[in-house]
């Protein structure tokens, strides 16, 4: 009796085996009450399955004990990252399939000057900038960076190794090749 009792409350394996022994030992039948409260799955499947027997039944898309791993699906442009695709840049959409576009009206890469990064964000090339890369850099630094460097967006230089300054005309002994911890000056001093 103790197990249809138990068994009509939807208890299987260790919980039914509970609730028989507690009623044999008490002859109380409440606690086939008491263990169905146990009945439940882990995080209660996270709403993205249903729960039967303690165990979550994934809807499509959904895996993992309770459901929280998404499936990526294709990937197309892109790789799978925790259950979701992570996108390649230029790229978008769930699976990765779908070309971003910069802007509906001069686009980054309708001239060339940049490259769409994701949805409305461009990735300008050396020499322009702008949200839609279409203001070209015009570096008023001593001759364009002195060439000693890349004019990156209104007269701002980034300098190549070995030049500093506002516009790249300032060397560095490491540049000469003689830095032996004696200050600059000094050699400077010397010839």
């Known amino acids: 009796e103790a197990r249809d ?8 394996t260790t919980l039914l085996n509970n609730c028989v022994f507690d009623i ?5 039948t ?3 009450d008491q263990q169905s409260l146990k009945i439940g799955c882990p995080n209660d499947c996270t709403g993205k399955g249903l729960c039967k027997n303690e165990t979550c039944t994934c809807l499509d898309g959904w895996s993992g004990d309770d459901c929280s791993i998404g499936s990526c699906g294709n990937c197309s442009r892109g790789s799978c990252v925790e259950g979701f695709c992570q996108c390649d840049i230029g790229w978008e959409g769930a699976e ?33 900038t702008g949200l839609n890369c279409s203001i070209i850099t015009n570096c008023n630094n001593v001759l364009n960076c002195s060439s000693n460097g890349d004019c990156v967006d209104m007269d701002v230089c980034k300098c190549h190794t070995g030049y500093s300054g506002s516009a790249c005309n300032e060397t560095s002994c490491e540049s000469l090749g003689y ?6 000056i000094y050699f400077q001093n010397l010839f």
């Open 5 to 12: 009792v138990c068994t009509a409350n939807g208890l299987e």
């Open 30 to 32: 409440s606690f086939a």
């Open 179 to 184: 830095c032996s911890g004696i200050p600059l």
């Open 24 to 28: 044999l030992a008490t002859n109380d």
């Open 96 to 128: 990765c399939d779908k070309k971003a576009t910069c802007f509906v009206v001069d686009n980054c890469t309708s001239e060339v000057h940049g490259s769409c990064k994701t949805t409305d964000v461009c990735e300008c090339n050396v020499g322009y």
